[in-house]
């Protein structure tokens, strides 16, 4: 089932690749992003990611925190550089979808088809140039799985969900900067007193 603006997330207390605990209810009073992508040699979830880690430290600095969710298995990403460095960011693999389930996400092997024959040659192309991996899946990946991207507001409340549609479909960018900023209190600058001049 998926999930719905202003319910509470699924929580969850796993380990990240490289072996540290992830524990939602420790982000509870922080801003979050979930990512759930397809499996490690997916170009279209390797561009998001890639981009995605563009703009981290901009988000980290404005309140929000990341956590990403791969359905590959834990010695697939670690063979992967570019999965390696996402770090800091938590980097969680789930192959048996476990938590995608949870997040309610879909696997659609229409919709993956329909991005395939659409989009992947200009995809295969933009990932190529971007450095970023792009390989079968291994094991027992799957060819219909649907990403998923969700911004969790203080209190780990759902505030938007995003299940794609194809699979270059994702959040919109500005949208997680415009919840990243939202509920700041403006910056009040102090405006130094007049001075009395003599005469």
Request: aromatic share 10%.
């Amino acid at each position: 089932m998926k999930l719905e603006s202003n319910l509470i997330a699924p929580a969850f207390k796993l380990r990240d690749i490289h072996g540290r605990t992830v524990d939602l209810n420790e982000y509870r009073d922080k801003k979050v992003f979930i990512g759930f992508f397809r499996h490690a040699g997916c170009p279209f979830c390797n561009i998001r990611v890639h981009n995605l880690l563009k703009v981290h430290q901009e988000l980290k600095a404005q309140g929000l925190e990341m956590i990403f969710f791969f359905e590959s298995k834990e010695k697939v990403l670690l063979q992967s550089i570019f999965h390696k460095e996402v770090s800091p960011i938590p980097l969680i693999a789930d192959p048996e979808k476990q938590w995608y389930a949870a997040y309610g996400l879909e696997e659609s092997g229409y919709k993956s088809a329909v991005s395939h024959l659409s989009t992947f040659v200009q995809t295969a192309f933009k990932a190529s140039s971007l450095g970023v991996p792009m390989h079968l899946m291994a094991g027992e990946e799957s060819i219909k799985t649907m990403p998923a991207e969700f911004l969790l507001d203080q209190g780990l409340f759902v505030k938007e969900v995003h299940y794609s549609e194809r699979l270059n479909d994702r959040m919109n960018v500005d949208k997680i900067r415009a919840f990243a900023a939202s509920g700041k209190k403006p910056v009040l600058r102090t405006v130094p007193a007049a001075v009395e001049m003599a005469y």
